[in-house]
């Protein structure tokens, strides 16, 4: 009796032409992708969001952005990985439509856009409470429950808002450190160890 097999990986097959038709209607990057779309880069600090007319065109600072807001949910920290996600990631693939951006510039992007970030941060924690997102990555994101945050919302009190706020900004901190932390320990690796692409 023969082994379970796959197909041959010289078979012709037909994918998908379109990106679009990869990604489900109801995938969670489209959530991200609407909602960076919504925000004006420009007015939360993003240098780069017009593009200037003369010398090398930068990458979109929107589509770093949404880079970043992908590895928040899924819980890729490094700027190794998250360049490694460009690559092997339809979901990444669709959400950028780009070129693949190199480690360096995902966390120079990061480094000089701090206080932007935060605020973002801020922005998409409160858009998903607002839209009562309950799945498990906006959880993590919020740190409740929406049911949880729905009972307390009924008694919300200035002291209670400064509260959850400075809650909010520590998770944030934590995370932003996080993330440096994990690039600090991707550069002290050996190359031969990085290639792999686990972190």
């Known amino acids: 009796m023969a082994h379970v097999t796959g197909q041959s990986r010289y078979q012709s097959t037909l994918f998908p032409e379109v990106l679009d038709e990869v990604v489900g209607r109801d995938d969670p990057v489209r959530v991200i992708d609407a909602f960076v779309a919504g925000l004006d880069l420009e007015g939360l600090g993003f240098s780069k969001a017009v593009a200037e ?96 945050w729905r009972a307390a919302s009924r008694s919300l009190t200035p002291k209670r808002i400064e509260q959850m706020n400075a809650a909010i900004d520590r998770k944030i901190a934590d995370y932003l450190a996080s993330m440096d932390e994990a690039d600090r320990r991707s550069r002290q690796r050996p190359a031969s160890s990085r290639r792999g692409g686990c972190d």
Not at 70 to 79: E, I, K, P, Q
Not at 117 to 124: G, N, P, S
Not at 128 to 146: K, M, N
């Open 53 to 148: 007319e003369m010398g090398r065109p930068p990458y979109a600072p929107g589509d770093l952005l949404k880079l970043y807001i992908y590895g928040y949910l899924h819980r890729v920290r490094a700027s190794r990985r998250l360049e490694a996600e460009t690559r092997r990631n339809v979901q990444v693939m669709w959400l950028n439509q780009p070129p693949d951006a190199a480690f360096k510039t995902i966390a120079d992007f990061r480094k000089d856009h701090a206080e932007a970030i935060v605020k973002v941060c801020r922005a998409f924690i409160g858009f998903c409470r607002e839209q009562s997102l309950s799945a498990p990555s906006c959880w993590r994101l919020t740190g409740r429950r929406s049911r949880r």
